[in-house]
C-alpha cells in the first residue's frame, strides 16, 4: 500500500533563512510525488510534482523539491523563506492510476 | 478563473439531519473526488468519479453518497448527520486519472454537526 509520512508537524524559520519541509514515502512501482499548499480557509494548491527525470523540481513561488530515490525522500525546500509562504504543507503520492495518497501535513511558520 | 467551486461554504446541521453539497468545476476535467480534512490525519478520499455517470468509494465512504449526473458537477449527500461527520470538505478534479494530472481543489465546506 501507498502511504507518505510528514514527521514534522510544524516547521519554523527565520525570514529570509532556506527552509525544508520533509517528506518520505512508501510505494511498490515508480512513484508521482506531488506538494500542495494550504492557506487559511482555503482548498489545496498544487506547488510542483516529480514524475521523471531531474531528481531537482522547480516549483511555483520559488519552491523546489529534491527527490531521493536511495531515501524514498521527496523534500520541499525553498532557499530564502518568506513570511507569506507560512502556510500547511501537504506531500502526495501516486503510482499508475492508484489514488492519490496525502501526508498529513506539515505547519511552516516563518517569523519576522 | 473560477476552477472548482464549492457550495455553501459554511453549514451547520443537526444530528439526522441530510444536506448535499455541491462541487462544480469548469475545466472539462474528467475526474472529480470528494476528501474530508480532519485535524492530524491529512486528507482522506470519500469518493470519487472517472467520468460523467460514475462513481466510485474512497478511502471512508459510509455514511456519503455522490452523484455525477452532469460532467461539470460533483454531488456529495450526508442522508442521515452524524457528529463524526463534522468536518472540513473539499472537493477537487483532475483532467485524468493519470499519475501526472495533478489535482485541483475548490475551498472547501465547513460543516459542523450539533
Known amino acids: 500500500a501507498q502511504s507518505v509520512a510528514q514527521p514534522e508537524d510544524q516547521v519554523n524559520v527565520a525570514e529570509g533563512n532556506p527552509l525544508t519541509v520533509k517528506c518520505t514515502y512508501s510505494v511498490s512501482g515508480n512513484p508521482y510525488l506531488f506538494w500542495y499548499v494550504q492557506y487559511p480557509n482555503r482548498g489545496l494548491q498544487f506547488l510542483l510534482k516529480y514524475i521523471t527525470g531531474d531528481n531537482l523540481v522547480k516549483g511555483s513561488y520559488g519552491f523546489e523539491a529534491e527527490f531521493n530515490k536511495s531515501q524514498t525522500s521527496f523534500h520541499l525546500k525553498k532557499p530564502s523563506a518568506l513570511v507569506s509562504d507560512s502556510a500547511l504543507y501537504f506531500c502526495a503520492v501516486k503510482t499508475g492510476f492508484q489514488k492519490l495518497v496525502f501526508g498529513t501535513g506539515t505547519r511552516l511558520l516563518v517569523s519576522p | 478563473n473560477a476552477g472548482v467551486t464549492q457550495t455553501p461554504k459554511f453549514r451547520v446541521l443537526k444530528t439526522g439531519q441530510s444536506m448535499t453539497l455541491l462541487c462544480a468545476q469548469d475545466?472539462?476535467?474528467?475526474?472529480m473526488y470528494w476528501y474530508r480534512q480532519d485535524p492530524g490525519m491529512g486528507l482522506r478520499l470519500i469518493h470519487y468519479?472517472?467520468?460523467?455517470?460514475?462513481?466510485a468509494k474512497g478511502e471512508v465512504p459510509d455514511g456519503y453518497n455522490v452523484s455525477r449526473l452532469k460532467k461539470q458537477n460533483f454531488l456529495l449527500g450526508l442522508e442521515s448527520a452524524a457528529p463524526s461527520q463534522t468536518s472540513v470538505y473539499f472537493c477537487?478534479?483532475?483532467?485524468?486519472?493519470?499519475?501526472?494530472?495533478?489535482?485541483?481543489f475548490g475551498d472547501g465546506t465547513r460543516l459542523s454537526i450539533l
Open positions: 468519479s472517472v467520468g460523467e455517470g460514475t462513481t
Open positions: 477537487a478534479s483532475s483532467y485524468s486519472g493519470e499519475s501526472y494530472q495533478p489535482q485541483h
Open positions: 475545466m472539462n476535467h474528467e475526474y
